[in-house]
């Protein structure tokens, strides 16, 4: 694998998931020279095995010099440590303690969400992480920090509101009060019903109010599905959009990019 520098203004973000690699580049001042590569994987090889065959199949991956080299690891496996208690040295015992089946050679990554007040650990392979440390200077991160930090920027306001974000089968929310996180979770569910029990659920723990706080969602088709049944509870839903994210003549080439891909992209 060819290493790159990072001298132009070209951005590639890489997705990681068990169902799939996305490759997304994108140069923030030339919003038309977005490009985008799926890889479905192979269940039967390991995922650094994956990797090298989903970076020799995409078009664009190597072929030209990147600014930065950003990765977002689809995990649910992750969890959150209040600012005050965020010491790394315990980071990886922390982790394991919510973990335990976590493999001993995982490396253990945190993202830091200082506006937030909130640390993010998750792991990753470390074969994984060595073949991605082989395309440059790369910043990884969990799918719930993006999603953090787009929708604090989005409502940086006190109201209390919560995201989520629905795809391929999994539903991944967070609930805020104005720049407090609250509650960071994931499931798997593919029947509406109980990903909106489950959901409600958690808008009734946390004290929102059906009639004042807000509900955004964004993902796949699972979001047309629910909403008609959340707003029989839930008077505040806005579904985050891409047609009013993006120029319009990016939307045919966003459709298919997951939503966390799509939030990192909008942070450039």
């Not at 982790?95 to 490396?107: L, Q, W």
């Not at 994984?128 to 082989?134: D, E, I, P, T």
């Not at 955004?216 to 959009?241: A, H, M, W």
Request: hydrophobic content about 35%.
């Amino acid at each position: 694998m060819d290493r790159v520098s990072h001298n132009t203004h070209t951005t590639l973000s890489i997705r990681i998931s068990t169902d799939g690699f996305c490759f997304c580049s994108y140069t923030a001042n030339s919003p038309d020279t977005l490009r985008y590569h799926h890889y479905q994987t192979d269940c039967n090889i390991p995922l650094a095995a994956n990797f090298d065959a989903a970076w020799s199949k995409c078009p664009f991956a190597g072929q030209e010099r990147y600014k930065e080299v950003k990765v977002i690891l689809a995990t649910d496996s992750y969890t959150v440590l209040p600012a005050e208690y965020d010491n790394a040295e315990e980071h990886g015992t922390l982790y394991r303690s919510c973990f335990p089946d976590t493999p001993k050679e995982n490396r253990i990554i945190a993202n830091s969400l200082t506006a937030q007040g909130a640390t993010i650990l998750f792991s990753i392979d470390e074969v994984l992480y060595n073949r991605l440390r082989q395309i440059g200077d790369i910043s990884i991160y969990a799918s719930a920090s993006i999603l953090l930090g787009f929708i604090a920027r989005k409502q940086p306001d006190e109201r209390s509101y919560m995201l989520a974000f629905f795809h391929k089968g999994k539903t991944h929310m967070l609930a805020m009060n104005g720049s407090t996180l609250l509650l960071a979770n994931s499931f798997a569910s593919e029947h509406t019903h109980d990903q909106a029990f489950y959901l409600l659920s958690i808008w009734k723990e946390q004290q929102l109010s059906q009639q004042e706080d807000t509900l955004y969602l964004c993902g796949d088709k699972s979001v047309e599905e629910i909403t008609p049944l959340l707003r029989q509870f839930i008077c505040n839903i806005e579904r985050l959009n891409p047609n009013e994210l993006f120029r319009s003549n990016l939307l045919n080439r966003i459709n298919e990019i997951p939503f966390d891909l799509q939030a990192l992209l909008l942070c450039e």
